[in-house]
T-cell receptor, first 113, second 113 residues
Framework: DAGVIQSPRHEVTEMGQEVTLRCKPISGHDYLFWYRQTMMRGLELLIYFNNNVPIDDSGMPEDRFSAKMPNASFSTLKIQPSEPRDSAVYFC???????????FGSGTRLTVV | GENVEQHPSTLSVQEGDSAVIKCTYSDSASNYFPWYKQELGKGPQLIIDIRSNVGEKKDQRIAVTLNKTAKHFSLHITETQPEDSAVYFCAATEFQGAQKLVFGQGTRLTINP
């Protein structure tokens, strides 16, 4: 398996623009997680899905953030409109169980100028 | 909810020496404790984990110990090598509605040749 695949690897955008991050989980993994990593706040869980259904979105910072999982092999995290404080590395992870064995992707480094 | 604290934030050791990273957690219901290694430009990678019914687990030069009474667990790396240089994260399960992992703030480990 190629692991968890995220795209793009790097994204630079202007404030106010819409940003879409993409993730392909490992085949057969029923859980998918979106994390944000910053120096100040470390690894923060934004939202996670089980069998394509959002289970916990309490970490989504505000309404500008939305996530979807239209099928078992694809998820998106969208920020609209983007702000400079959204600059961070965004990771997607998948697992067979909700609380164990997470496999992370390589991340998307987002810079909002 | 679960709170995971990790110490130290940075650690520098001579090649060949041992390194120890410690974490405490707050939720006595937590039963799964993984450790992740993150190299520059990559996502966190699971290196070892332990469940609450076990006190210690070893995998070659890496070991993890768990003290459920005191609610702390530690990562031990022996005979350190330059390739051990990375950021290490501990995590613990949180049980609020559904299980999810809560991560510590990370330890930047540097191995000096």
């Amino acid at each position: 398996d190629a692991g968890v695949i995220q795209s793009p690897r790097h994204e630079v955008t202007e404030m106010g623009q819409e940003v879409t991050l993409r993730c392909k989980p490992i085949s057969g993994h029923d859980y998918l997680f979106w994390y944000r990593q910053t120096m100040m706040r470390g690894l923060e869980l934004l939202i996670y899905f089980n069998n394509n259904v959002p289970i916990d979105d309490s970490g989504m910072p505000e309404d500008r953030f939305s996530a979807k999982m239209p099928n078992a092999s694809f998820s998106t995290l969208k920020i609209q409109p983007s702000e400079p404080r959204d600059s961070a590395v965004y990771f997607c992870a998948s697992s067979l169980e909700t609380g164990a064995g997470y496999t992370f992707g390589s991340g998307t480094r987002l810079t909002v100028v | 909810g679960e709170n995971v604290e990790q110490h130290p934030s940075t650690l520098s050791v001579q090649e060949g020496d041992s390194a120890v990273i410690k974490c405490t957690y707050s939720d006595s219901a937590s039963n799964y404790f993984p450790w992740y290694k993150q190299e520059l430009g990559k996502g966190p990678q699971l290196i070892i984990d332990i469940r609450s019914n076990v006190g210690e687990k070893k995998d070659q030069r890496i070991a993890v110990t768990l003290n459920k009474t005191a609610k702390h667990f530690s990562l031990h790396i022996t005979e350190t090598q330059p390739e051990d240089s990375a950021v290490y994260f501990c995590a613990a399960t949180e049980f609020q509605g559904a299980q999810k992992l809560v991560f510590g703030q990370g330890t930047r480990l540097t191995i000096n040749p």
